[in-house]
């Protein structure tokens, strides 16, 4: 199963933050879809592309953002935001998923399963599935929802959606909605570490670091391609290094992440 993920917005897209400027929505954004990235790859026969900028620099379009998924071929096309109303403190609240003005049966399907979890995760207000004419849902050739989570711009809410604790809580229960509507299958933890148990499964991460041009183009679009959780971090000389993973040590996805690195000629290490 094909699934492309989308946080809406970038981090400095104008207006999409709280009134005093303390949450950026891209953040929160992000931050559940990172999560729900990491929980959905623990699920055999499924890939990800993630159609954002992962580091909120750019407000990818939204046409790109579509034409990435259609030409992906992807099955499910899943938006992340978070809610407002007006650009100052009010009491809206809550949480609503969006389908396409045509209400697509496979669309509202989904929607419903969503919405249902989220809200039972949160215990916050059901404001429902409702449909509106949205680029993302409307330019998508593929079963497409718009998940809005709680408002920026209610107090309360806001510290809600600045908690990474809340994040977590939020990216496990559109996580199990996926699950439990797709019929997806976590991948089975290894037998033989039943026969022993000194057999435990080793976490690694690759840092790599250099890139500038080319080189950088390359790694940059192969992370977002495969929607591996990475850290940019820039180098004195002005290059960039990155922190990749975290990797099952073994795994066909670790072989492929070092591959990769190898193909370009890229210098890296293993932690």
Same mark, same amino acid.
Not at 77 to 93: L, M
């Given at each position: 199963m094909?699934?492309?993920?989308?946080?809406?917005?970038g981090?400095?897209?104008?207006g999409?933050?709280?009134?005093?400027?303390?949450?950026?929505?891209?953040e929160?954004?992000?931050?559940?879809?990172?999560?729900?990235?990491?929980?959905?790859?623990t699920?055999?026969?499924?890939?990800?592309?993630?159609?954002?900028?992962?580091?909120?620099?750019?407000?990818?379009?939204?046409?790109?953002?579509t034409?990435?998924?259609?030409?992906?071929?992807?099955?499910?096309?899943?938006?992340?935001?978070?809610?407002?109303?007006?650009?100052?403190?009010?009491?809206?609240?809550?949480?609503e998923?969006?389908?396409?003005?045509?209400?697509? $049966? @496979?669309?509202?399907?989904?929607?419903k399963?969503?919405?249902e979890?989220?809200?039972?995760?949160?215990?916050l207000?059901?404001?429902g599935?409702?449909? $509106?004419?949205?680029?993302?849902?409307?330019?998508?050739?593929?079963?497409?929802?718009?998940?809005?989570?709680?408002?920026?711009?209610n107090k309360?809410?806001?510290?809600?959606?600045?908690?990474?604790e809340f994040?977590?809580?939020?990216?496990?229960?559109?996580?199990?909605?996926?699950?439990?509507?797709?019929k997806?299958?976590? $991948?089975?933890?290894?037998?033989?570490?039943?026969k @022993?148990e000194? $057999?435990?499964?080793?976490?690694?991460?690759?840092?790599?670091?250099?890139?500038?041009?080319?080189?950088?183009v390359?790694?940059h679009?192969?992370?977002?391609q495969?929607?591996?959780?990475?850290?940019?971090?820039?180098? @004195?000389?002005g290059?960039?290094?990155?922190?990749?993973?975290?990797?099952?040590?073994?795994?066909?996805?670790?072989?492929?992440?070092?591959?990769?690195?190898?193909?370009?000629?890229?210098?890296?290490?293993i932690?």
């Amino acid at each position: 199963m094909k699934i492309a993920i989308d946080a809406g917005h970038g981090k400095n897209t104008p207006g999409k933050r709280t009134p005093d400027n303390s949450l950026h929505e891209w953040e929160f954004n992000s931050g559940v879809v990172t999560k729900l990235i990491n929980k959905l790859n623990t699920c055999e026969n499924v890939s990800i592309l993630r159609t954002d900028d992962p580091t909120g620099k750019t407000d990818v379009s939204l046409k790109s953002r579509t034409d990435k998924a259609n030409k992906w071929g992807a099955d499910v096309f899943y938006s992340q935001h978070g809610n407002a109303a007006y650009s100052s403190w009010n009491s809206a609240n809550g949480l609503e998923t969006f389908v396409y003005t045509s209400w697509p $049966k @496979d669309s509202l399907a989904f929607a419903k399963v969503v919405q249902e979890y989220v809200v039972k995760a949160t215990g916050l207000r059901d404001r429902g599935v409702k449909a $509106k004419d949205l680029h993302v849902l409307r330019e998508t050739n593929m079963t497409a929802i718009l998940q809005e989570g709680p408002f920026m711009s209610n107090k309360e809410e806001a510290e809600l959606l600045k908690s990474e604790e809340f994040r977590e809580k939020y990216a496990e229960a559109v996580f199990q909605a996926f699950v439990s509507h797709f019929k997806l299958k976590i $991948k089975e933890v290894s037998k033989a570490i039943v026969k @022993d148990e000194s $057999k435990v499964e080793k976490k690694i991460s690759f840092y790599t670091g250099g890139y500038s041009g080319d080189s950088l183009v390359k790694i940059h679009n192969f992370l977002i391609q495969k929607g591996y959780y990475y850290k940019p971090m820039r180098n @004195d000389g002005g290059s960039l290094s990155f922190e990749i993973g975290q990797f099952t040590e073994g795994s066909p996805k670790a072989k492929e992440m070092e591959n990769f690195l190898k193909s370009i000629n890229a210098w890296y290490q293993i932690r």
